[in-house]
């Protein structure tokens, strides 16, 4: 008897073996494996989306072994295009659109290829309901949302959201815009996720609610758009991370020349565990072990991997071509106050008000070997110009919402004029030569913040290669309503380094569209 028992176990163990080449994570397991992809919706080559294309690389990304060791993986906004609209089950139907084809069929290939991988997958879709006899409803008798979809790791759909806060193009193109939904899923390795798309990052509702809540990992299918100095991908998804403490998944579109690229995985003050932003479109899966809320586990944090091109002992820095991304500037800027520093000084201590918030900055800065007489040509200094910059009051995201924020944070301008603090640099060769050896050994940045209702004050970071600073490169505490953000390692190439406070203030705007005119 007890042979036979040994050779069960033994047959059990070579069945596992054989069959179970999937690792999944446990409720017990300190960290899980999740999977962003940043997704160019265009094929090489191609000047128009084909989802039979895009459906076939997502195929090919679910086919790398990355994904078949995760336990979630999550695809960016718009993915596949508008051709594809869909119903989409509700999670209480326990659908598995893989066998059940009542739905479009990308809904089905997504369905299936989670369950081939044996993965959570958040898939963003465009979404179809129909809304006869709702005084909203479109002429065309449905609406359209634009919606997350997750499967588990049987392809059943177990959640959806629709995005709460549109953005330009999907106003005109006459999405349907919600009322905030508060949708979370909790998965079998023990974590519970909140969802937000793209834009909603910045909304109380239903984002920072979520926050409020307890949830302490999130999924961000998105396809941002850039903007110095504040607002550009891994800035802000690490910041708003970091501020709240929690983990987010943010798979981002990759189409650089509309400005959309940046995806990582974030977490907590480990800040980045995985990312990508960059100016060749591609599609490719970034992987990190995520630490569970409770676990004492650190995460490795995999260094930046080194560009073949990058020589280690060149004077010249050899950046990627981050220049074909798009960024736009933030013209709240021209509304702040601000403080040139000069150059030639090393040192600065100021303190500055607006509004009802007050900072005090403290720079300590090293140009490194250069002899005076090279730092101008024709008068003109080259490299960055830094200034101090604070603001509290009403703005706008983007000019695409209405806002109030409350700035305090040093940015690079090309030139003297606070209209150019927020563009990129053009500058030849020698120029940017130059402005790698400005070391900037300490920044500090002290800010006193009214307290508010609903307030969120991240730490934002970013270099010329729209990367985030590592978080064990600068400190930002809290104390009360006081934040504070230190440098810890002398660096150079900063465009940004600062706090920004969102008071979370929604005013309704028309977005040019009239009553009745959908
Ligand atoms: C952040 O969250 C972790 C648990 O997820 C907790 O141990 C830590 O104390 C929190 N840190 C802060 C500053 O609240
Ligand atoms: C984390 O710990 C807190 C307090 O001990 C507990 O209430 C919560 O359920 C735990 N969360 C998870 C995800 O284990
Ligand atoms: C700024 O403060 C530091 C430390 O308090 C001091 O060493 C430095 O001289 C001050 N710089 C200026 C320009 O006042
Ligand atoms: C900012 O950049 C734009 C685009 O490169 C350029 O046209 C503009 O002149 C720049 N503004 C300043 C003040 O440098
Ligand atoms: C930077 O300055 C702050 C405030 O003066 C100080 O607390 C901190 O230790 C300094 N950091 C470094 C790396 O020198």
Redesign the pocket.
């Given at each position: 008897m007890g042979k036979s028992a040994f050779s069960c176990v033994f047959f059990l163990w070579i069945f596992c073996q054989v069959h179970n080449t999937v690792q999944q994570s446990t409720p017990s397991d300190p960290f899980y494996i999740a999977s962003v992809v940043e997704f160019a919706p265009f094929a090489i080559g191609a000047d128009k989306t084909d989802i039979n294309e895009q459906l076939e690389g997502i195929r090919t990304v679910i086919q790398d072994p990355n994904a078949e060791k995760s336990d979630i993986v999550v695809f960016p906004e718009g993915a596949l295009n508008t051709d594809g609209l869909t119903y989409v089950p509700e999670p209480k139907d326990q659908t598995i659109p893989c066998e059940e084809l009542d739905y479009h069929y990308s809904l089905s290939e997504l369905s299936c290829y989670a369950r081939s991988i044996q993965a959570y997958l958040v898939a963003n879709v465009h979404e179809k309901v129909l809304c006869s006899g709702d005084y909203q409803c479109p002429k065309k008798g449905y609406f359209v949302f634009n919606t997350n979809v997750v499967f588990d790791r049987n392809g059943m759909v177990i959640s959806k959201y629709r995005k709460t806060h549109l953005y330009r193009n999907e106003i005109y193109k006459k999405f349907t815009p919600r009322e905030p939904q508060i949708q979370t899923f909790t998965t079998d390795f023990g974590v519970t996720f909140g969802q937000f798309i793209c834009f909603d990052i910045l909304f109380h509702w239903p984002t920072q609610s979520l926050v409020h809540e307890g949830i302490s990992d999130f999924v961000n299918p998105n396809a941002w758009f850039q903007e110095l100095p504040f607002l550009t991908s891994l800035q802000l998804f690490q910041g708003w991370s970091q501020a709240n403490n929690v983990s987010l998944l943010s798979a981002g579109l990759s189409n650089p020349v509309t400005g959309n690229s940046g995806s990582g995985i974030f977490s907590r003050s480990f800040g980045s565990l995985a990312f990508s932003i960059t100016s060749i479109p591609e599609r490719k899966i970034y992987t990190a072990k995520v630490p569970k809320k409770n676990s004492s586990y650190v995460p490795k944090i995999t260094s930046k991997p080194k560009s073949p091109t990058q020589k280690p002992n060149s004077p010249f820095i050899i950046k990627k071509n981050v220049k074909e991304i798009l960024t736009k500037?933030d013209y709240n800027l021209d509304l702040f106050t601000t403080f040139l520093l000069d150059p030639i000084e090393d040192n600065f201590n100021k303190t500055m008000c607006h509004g009802d918030l007050c900072c005090d900055f403290s720079v300590t800065q090293t140009l490194k070997q250069i002899k005076t007489d090279i730092k101008f040509i024709n008068n003109l200094y080259i490299g960055y110009q830094y200034r101090f910059v604070i603001y509290s009051g009403p703005g706008t995201f983007q000019r695409m919402e209405k806002s109030e924020i409350g700035v305090c944070a040093l940015v690079a301008c090309?030139?003297r004029?606070l209209?150019?603090c927020g563009?990129?640099s053009?500058f030849p060769r020698e120029r940017i030569f130059l402005k790698e050896q400005l070391y900037f050994t300490n920044i500090t940045i002290k800010a006193e913040y009214r307290k508010r209702f609903h307030m969120l004050v991240m730490p934002m970071t970013v270099n010329s290669d729209l990367e985030t600073l590592p978080t064990d490169s600068y400190t930002f505490e809290k104390d009360d309503n006081i934040y504070k953000m230190s440098l810890r390692k002398s660096k150079m190439d900063i465009l940004t380094f600062g706090l920004y406070g969102n008071y979370f203030v929604e005013k309704r705007v028309k977005h040019n569209i009239r009553d009745g005119e959908l």
């Open positions: 500037r090309t030139t004029d209209s150019s563009n990129r053009n």
